[in-house]
């Protein structure tokens, strides 16, 4: 094969042993093969083309040179014709013997002036190594611009280069830094019994159809409503989610009529706005205004209402009910939508865990997370709803983004009202399981909802000023201390994991923390211009040039290198856009 002699010709720039099998080993690479948007943040996620045999070495030099031909937008069936064979189909064909698997993969940017671009992967079982193609030799390359390839022998882990390619190179040092740690860590976590993954993300949705959408109303809606957000909250997080959601929504709506929806606890009402202005019809409830509220046209519908779940609440002309991290009404929204119509779907989007009256809810299975039992316990009030429901997980800004569709029913629509009764027997019955919880503590025993009023503010930016600076001081001076590298005179200081920097601040100061919602982690996010946390591990967010034009916030807040850091602001006052 080609791949063989060509990878002889290759260097190694990484190999070490890993206590781990073979099996393992391609378990691993076949999540990096459908889901490098997991370790490439300039992904918004792959798709596979198709999966072809290899039997000699014209078939893949036809392969790239026909890829090379057609960069934009190649036609792969028109040149697989016979051979090609969707990703199913190929599955228990791998082991053929003296042949390797090349799989055509689409890399889609998440940059919207980034163009796609398309990667071989070649996989030789019998030799145990996989190879990456590169086909992009582009400064703007989404991925590496060069090849390189991995092998497994034994315990042995060793990691390719195409000759040339120098160590210091940014993709070079992302490989062996991050790249290589990830697939180890697969490697080390997948059990050969149970090779089943974490849910594969937007498995409903078609991956390219959700690049171009989400690029196009990040386009229409995004930049605007950064520069106006009015809210306390961070933007970036929140008006990106919410686009993300928009999107996934929109294309599962996509060929049907127009959909009307209402979306319960609907917050800032973004996900309302948007579905109204792509001509969806549609209401928000919530049960206190938000400033954003007024910047809306009058198209988009949002309306303050404290919604108590009864068998009386129902939404009949609903289409669809929303559920985006709505709280208390979580477990209800399963039941509104059994009960509204025969037809009424619904989207949910789990985040805090409460019970049906309110209260929140209190893990059964302790050997699993409380957000992790919750979900199961959602799955179950599902199925006692009789809908069939589907579990996805989407990409958005979030660590909960397990989400919930639920649309055809178990029952035929002549047995809807017998199942409504038997449903009413379900909730009653959780209801007593409760109010018997009350008699116990010696609470109430008449059962109410308990919806919530007015919000406290709970994201650590209440704390107090004096414990706040005091846990700002002390992760600055861990940085400091690191002194990792330096650019003339100033000094970049280094990374800390979050976990070392628990032990070190006082405990009653944890504790105030924690009590606000997030905890460190959370306050070290809300210091974005001073600190940058990724993968656990907490830096500083070394000072940009920004364009003025571009900044929302130019000179509005005073520069807190220039005035804490121990070698100033390396900016001059004229690029920084912070007051000096």
Not at 246 to 263: E, I, M, P
Not at 487 to 514: N, Q, R
Not at 538 to 563: A, E, I, L, Q, T
Request: net charge positive; proline share 4%; with cysteine.
């Amino acid at each position: 094969m080609e791949m063989e002699n060509e990878i002889q010709q290759w260097k190694v720039i990484q190999a070490f042993n890993v206590d781990a099998s073979e099996v393992q080993f391609w378990k691993a690479f076949d999540i990096y093969s459908e889901r490098p948007h997991i370790i490439n943040r300039r992904l918004l996620g792959a798709e596979i083309l198709a999966i072809i045999h290899l039997d000699n070495n014209q078939k893949l030099t036809s392969i790239k040179q026909f890829l090379l031909h057609h960069k934009k937008e190649p036609n792969i069936k028109m040149l697989l014709q016979n051979e090609y064979k969707p990703l199913d189909d190929i599955k228990g064909e791998e082991s053929r013997p003296n042949s390797a698997i090349s799989i055509i993969r689409k890399l889609l940017s998440k940059n919207s002036f980034v163009k796609h671009q398309f990667e071989i992967i070649v996989k030789d079982i019998n030799r145990k190594q996989i190879s990456f193609i590169n086909l992009c030799t582009d400064k703007n390359s989404i991925g590496p611009n060069f090849s390189y390839a991995f092998s497994f022998e034994q315990t042995m882990f060793k990691c390719w280069v195409e000759q040339g390619v120098e160590s210091i190179d940014a993709s070079c040092q992302w490989i062996v830094g991050k790249l290589s740690p990830k697939l180890v860590k697969w490697m080390k976590n997948i059990s050969e019994e149970n090779v089943k993954d974490v849910t594969t993300s937007l498995r409903l949705v078609v991956v390219s159809e959700y690049t171009s959408l989400y690029t196009r109303l990040k386009e229409k809606y995004g930049k605007q409503l950064v520069k106006i957000w009015p809210e306390n909250t961070d933007p970036f997080k929140f008006v990106y989610e919410d686009i993300g959601i928009a999107t996934y929504l929109l294309l599962l709506w996509a060929g049907k009529t127009k959909q009307r929806f209402v979306d319960l606890g609907c917050g800032n009402g973004l996900l309302v706005h948007i579905l109204n202005s792509e001509g969806h019809l549609g209401i928000g409830y919530d049960l206190r205004p938000r400033k954003i509220w007024t910047l809306y046209p009058p198209s988009t519908k949002l309306e303050v209402r404290t919604i108590i779940p009864s068998i009386d609440t129902v939404f009949p002309e609903a289409d669809w009910l929303i559920g985006n991290h709505s709280d208390e009404l979580t477990v209800w929204i399963p039941v509104m939508a059994a009960r509204s119509s025969y037809t009424c779907n619904f989207f949910l989007l789990p985040c805090c865990p409460y019970e049906f009256d309110g209260r929140k809810y209190c893990r059964t299975n302790t050997s699993v997370s409380q957000y992790s039992d919750f979900l199961s316990y959602v799955e179950k009030v599902c199925e006692e709803c009789g809908i069939i429901t589907e579990k996805d997980k989407l990409r958005i800004p979030s660590t909960k983004r397990l989400c919930f569709i639920g649309t055809k029913r178990t029952y035929s629509p002549n047995e809807w009202k017998a199942h409504l009764e038997r449903l009413q027997s379900y909730v009653d019955s959780k209801c007593c399981f409760i109010k018997q919880e009350h008699d116990q503590t010696g609470e109430s025993a008449t059962l109410k909802f308990k919806p919530r009023g007015e919000e406290r503010v709970r994201n650590c930016t209440q704390i107090q000023p004096d414990i706040r600076e005091s846990i700002v001081r002390l992760v600055v001076e861990q940085l400091l201390a690191k002194r990792k590298s330096c650019e003339g005179s100033w000094t970049y200081g280094g990374d800390v994991e979050i976990s070392t920097l628990a032990k070190i601040i006082p405990l009653d100061l944890l504790k105030k923390l924690k009590s606000e919602c997030g905890g460190l982690q959370t306050l070290l996010k809300n210091h974005h211009y001073i600190f940058k946390v990724e993968n656990g591990k907490v830096g500083f967010r070394v000072p940009s040039v920004k364009s003025k034009d571009n900044s929302p916030v130019w000179k509005k807040k005073s520069c807190w290198f220039y005035h804490n850091h121990p070698n100033s602001c390396p900016l001059s006052v004229d690029a920084c856009s912070f007051i000096h």
